[in-house]
């Protein structure tokens, strides 16, 4: 194992008031088919991961950083102390934790493999890379695959024998993925064979499984144009043999692999299927013409995957700035700029730094409980199913409504708040003697794979306003108002909660103008326009709920403890995030509407010869 050093931190306080004050794991744990589980067992899994995050994955991080992935022989070459790494964490079970038990997991709710998930991300992204991809491909063949495909793929996929991964782009199409020219020709024997090239693909080849299992999208001989037409197979790298073992190849060949501004440990490869007309795949499902709702439970739980990446990188990179900034001593007290005498302080003390690092803890507290809340209606959808199918429904449509805001807004949040760490060391932030400068280059992609954040907000504005018509954003409208409702008068944070109550105005009057703009041909171009600001203005308001309702529940907690309990410094920390958070940003969602009733059209209205004349 590499002789790296950790940079990786997180407050599990933290983390176990979320799960289990505000979230009540234990109102999920306990009960089929959750039954297992308790807060003990949990909050054992937390410190274990915890424990392995530290010792095992951060210490790789900067060295895989600096040496990369290479190509030798036809294949990728992962950094130093990758292969041990993932030895063990599929040997202790990191993975598996919300995997149900007859697939092999421990059948943990997913509002605990989320808190392992963000430390694993947090520790090292590049890495957790392919066990995720891995991770993905098993949850989509599980899903969606015929019974002989389950058990030919999915526990070798889930104990770490094969790796997996989703192959969409191509070279000429991007985020289009319905122009896709990869072709499948249907067999004799049942199979396809498949043919094209695949761009972007994140974990596509490595030296730590001794095969990969690729998920590819591609157009069965005759089938429709666009998405409707397209198919989805298991294409595995090395051929699977009768008894399940790996085989001769399967001329999937590695293309090259990109060189990157971060998650440079993670392999993001071009690959070429067919090149000989011998690759063989399987359709999954047995199924044509279904591949895009196929991959769509892969990608939506991608998506969601990419919201904890970033709420672990931003978690760390704010750590990281708060030891920083308790450390480093630079200039005298501010009260006292005008006496060069006075002794140096540390840059905690200086009002900017305090307000930079305010702003950090309260978006990732903010972030983080708006991940555990969507992973709580995931475990509550689960349990109500055949019981309650009301309830049910309810909590998968928060799922569907909250999953872009769980992807755009933390991965948009994690990339400036990384940024802002950085300016919190000052000059010492931009060099590699600190881990700050690789969160900010690692955590840039995450606006933009698995969709960009325009495409999350476009199927918030697009799709998710009116799922149901419309029942799954209202019922989000009603949880935040009833919220208000009950604590409007609060002794502490009335008038914040009244603030909450003025941003939902906003968020609702702009949601009605999108509504209207739907239906008037000459605005239609008004929505995509807007969709990035309505998703940022519903993050804000949903995250501003849910800092302020940890205000409340903390506030109650410490009216319990006797004056010197050190739990009083946590709770007061989660009173000031919620009021920072309501004071500075939940008035940008006034103003953001403001801005929508405008119309502005500016972007669509200027010539293209008017963007730089010379050009």
């Given at each position: 194992m590499s002789a790296g050093i950790n940079h990786y931190k997180t407050d599990l306080r933290e983390l176990f008031f979320t799960l289990f004050e505000q979230f009540g794991f234990e109102q999920v744990a306990g009960q089929a088919p959750f039954e297992a589980w308790g807060p003990d067992e949990a909050k054992a899994v937390i410190q274990e991961t915890y424990r392995f995050s530290k010792e095992v994955l951060g210490p790789l991080n900067?060295?895989?950083?600096?040496?990369?992935?290479?190509?030798?022989?036809?294949?990728?070459?992962?950094?130093?102390?990758?292969?041990?790494?993932?030895?063990?964490l599929w040997e202790q079970g990191f993975k598996t934790v919300g995997v149900a038990t007859d697939h092999g997991g421990q059948g943990a709710p997913a509002m605990l493999q989320v808190a392992v998930e963000e430390m694993l991300c947090g520790a090292n992204t590049a890495f957790n890379m392919y066990p995720g991809l891995t991770f993905g491909a098993a949850e989509v063949i599980s899903e969606c695959g015929t019974a002989d495909q389950k058990k030919q793929y999915v526990?070798?996929?889930?104990?770490?024998?094969?790796?997996?991964?989703?192959?969409?782009?191509?070279?000429?199409?991007?985020?289009?993925?319905?122009?896709?020219?990869?072709?499948?020709?249907r067999n004799p024997d049942g199979s396809?064979?498949?043919?094209?090239?695949?761009?972007?693909?994140?974990?596509?080849?490595?030296?730590l499984a001794?095969?990969?299992?690729?998920?590819?999208?591609?157009?069965?001989?005759?089938?429709?144009?666009?998405?409707?037409?397209?198919s989805l197979f298991i294409v595995p790298k090395m051929r699977v043999n009768a008894d399940g073992s790996s085989g001769e190849s399967n001329d999937v060949s590695l293309g090259s692999i990109e060189h990157k501004m971060g998650i440079n440990g993670s392999a993001t490869c071009v690959l070429n299927f067919g090149e000989n007309d011998k690759c063989v795949g399987e359709l999954v499902g047995g199924v044509e013409h279904v591949g895009?709702?196929?991959?769509?439970?892969?990608?939506?739980?991608?998506?969601?995957?990419?919201?904890?990446?970033?709420?672990?990188?931003?978690?760390?990179?704010?750590?990281?700035?708060?030891?920083?900034?308790?450390?480093?001593?630079?200039?005298?007290?501010?009260?006292?700029?005008?006496?060069?005498?006075?002794?140096?302080?540390?840059?905690?003390?200086?009002?900017?730094?305090r307000r930079m690092l305010l702003e950090m803890k309260a978006h990732v507290e903010g972030m983080r409980a708006l991940i555990v809340k969507l992973a709580m209606h995931t475990d509550k959808a689960k349990q109500l199913a055949g019981k309650d199918d009301d309830r049910a429904a309810y909590h998968r449509g928060q799922v569907e409504v909250l999953t872009p805001l769980v992807k755009a807004y933390s991965s948009d949040q994690a990339f400036r708040l990384t940024a802002q760490a950085i300016q919190v060391y000052g000059g010492a932030g931009f060099v590699k003697d600190y881990p700050v400068e690789q969160y900010c280059r690692d955590s840039k992609i995450f606006s933009i794979y698995e969709g960009t954040n325009h495409i999350q907000a476009m199927d918030l504005v697009g799709r998710k306003l009116g799922q149901a018509g419309g029942a799954h954003f209202q019922q989000f409208m009603e949880d935040v108002g009833a919220f208000i409702e009950a604590n409007r008068e609060h002794k502490t944070f009335g008038a914040e909660v009244k603030q909450l109550a003025a941003a939902q105005e906003g968020l609702m009057s702009s949601a009605m103008a999108l509504l209207g703009w739907s239906q008037e041909p000459s605005k239609v171009a008004l929505i995509p326009l807007s969709a990035n600001r309505f998703l940022q203005m519903m993050s804000e308001v949903a995250v501003g709920w849910l800092l302020l309702d940890a205000a409340v529940l903390a506030e109650k907690s410490a009216e319990k403890l006797s004056a010197t309990d050190p739990d009083r410094a946590f709770y007061d920390g989660k009173k000031w995030s919620a009021l920072w958070f309501a004071r500075n940003v939940l008035p940008n969602v006034e103003q953001a509407a403001r801005l929508m009733a405008q119309e502005d059209a500016s972007a669509m209205q200027i010539?293209?010869?008017?963007?730089a004349a010379s050009l």
């Open positions: 900067t060295t895989a950083d600096r040496e990369g992935c290479r190509i030798e022989n036809g294949t990728v070459i992962t950094p130093k102390g990758f292969k041990e790494a993932w030895k063990l526990e070798k996929l889930l104990n770490g024998t094969w790796g997996g991964t989703m192959c969409l782009t191509e070279p000429h199409a991007g985020s289009d993925v319905g122009s896709a020219k990869s072709t499948a020709r396809y064979t498949i043919r094209g090239t695949k761009i972007f693909i994140s974990a596509g080849d490595h030296d001794e095969n990969i299992i690729h998920l590819v999208l591609a157009r069965v001989e005759g089938a429709a144009p666009g998405t409707k037409g397209l895009m709702s196929q991959m769509f439970k892969m990608m939506n739980g991608a998506r969601i995957a990419v919201g904890i990446q970033s709420l672990g990188l931003a978690s760390a990179a704010y750590y990281n700035a708060l030891e920083y900034a308790k450390e480093r001593k630079q200039g005298g007290h501010f009260s006292k700029f005008k006496d060069p005498t006075a002794p140096r302080v540390s840059i905690l003390e200086h009002p900017d730094v010539p293209d010869a008017a963007f």
